[in-house]
């Protein structure tokens, strides 16, 4: 398929995209906890499939190659957001924009089961809070259940740095669940 | 909380169905596609109006000003040394043509 897609051949590419956007949407969705966000980075990750095929050496599997483009996109976007939240911000210190920032509601994963669903909106408010390895690290295990193995391949990082990642991520979450239970209105 | 209830809080994800995109997502990338394709100029100005790339080509401008100040300074500086050089060899010579005349005067 990879071969075919290098060639230019336009049915390998639909190919492609409709066995993985299931994968690539997933991932980003739990990154992003934003369903458009979600899109938009998926579009573009098959847009760089498209344009960088030719560098994909098959050294790893494609879905690991697809992973690795997936979470760097979905964490530039998050980037880009806060870096408009920022000058957006700036702006109406300074009374240019009187546009009202408004913060996100919860995010409901549409993937979570009924019973779970408040549970897994404070536990997905939490996530946002993790840092960037921790943060791939828990979506790849949680919400795409990647093993450790799998994640190292795709963090290019040993199975054992993986165990501590998730380990740190864990303690990080219980302690923010912790206190947002505590005071659930901060 | 507990930390059973945290615990079960984090187990939350278990069962978890995995999230689609919605129907035509091909047709939507290939819209993106020939977007991206058409609009090279568009990403050309995304490129270069990037907060990396911005202030690195500010910083070479800054760079290219300052070498081009100190430059024309060293370069003023040693255009007026040879300048007043110039004014004092036409100052000995004009020295020694005239004692050379008051010489030849005083001779006759």
Redesign the interface.
């Known amino acids: 398929m990879v071969e075919q897609l290098k060639r230019g051949d336009e049915s390998a590419f ?1 190919i492609i ?2 066995t993985w ?3 690539v ?2 991932t980003a ?1 739990g990154i992003l906890q934003s ?1 458009e966000d ?2 938009d980075v ?3 990750v ?2 760089q499939v ?1 344009e960088s095929i030719h560098t994909f050496k098959g050294e790893s599997k494609l879905s690991t190659w697809l992973y690795r483009i997936t979470t760097s996109k979905a964490l530039d976007h998050i980037r880009r957001k806060k870096r408009k939240k920022r000058f957006a911000f700036v702006q109406n210190l300074f009374g240019e924009n009187n546009e009202v920032i408004i913060q996100p509601p919860d995010f409901h ?5 009924l019973d ?1 669903k408040e ?2 909106a ?2 997905f408010k939490a996530i946002e809070k993790l840092p960037d390895n921790q943060k791939i690290a828990f979506v790849l295990n ?2 795409e ?1 990647l093993n450790y193995q799998e994640i190292s391949e795709v963090m290019k990082t040993t199975v054992s740095s993986v165990e501590s990642l998730l380990h740190r991520a ?1 303690n990080n ?2 302690k923010w ?2 206190e ?3 005071n659930p209105y901060d | 909380m507990e930390q059973k209830d945290s615990a079960h809080i984090l187990d939350s994800l278990e069962g978890l169905q995995k999230a689609s995109p919605g129907p035509f997502f091909y047709t939507r990338v290939l819209a993106r596609l020939q977007k991206e394709e058409s609009g090279i100029w568009g990403r050309l100005v995304a490129y270069i109006t990037r907060p990396s790339i911005a202030l690195a080509t500010l910083a070479l401008i800054f760079l290219l000003n300052a070498a081009a100040f100190f430059y024309e300074r060293e370069v003023s500086s040693m255009a007026a040394d040879q300048n007043e050089q110039t004014i004092n060899e036409d100052y000995n010579t004009t020295l020694a043509a005239n004692s050379y005349y008051d010489e030849n005067n005083d001779a006759r």
């Open positions: 639909k995209v409709t956007q299931d994968m949407y997933n969705m369903a979600a899109e998926a579009q573009e098959f847009v498209y994963h549409p993937g979570v089961v779970n549970k897994a404070a536990l949680k919400v259940g864990k979450l219980r669940l912790q947002l239970y505590r």
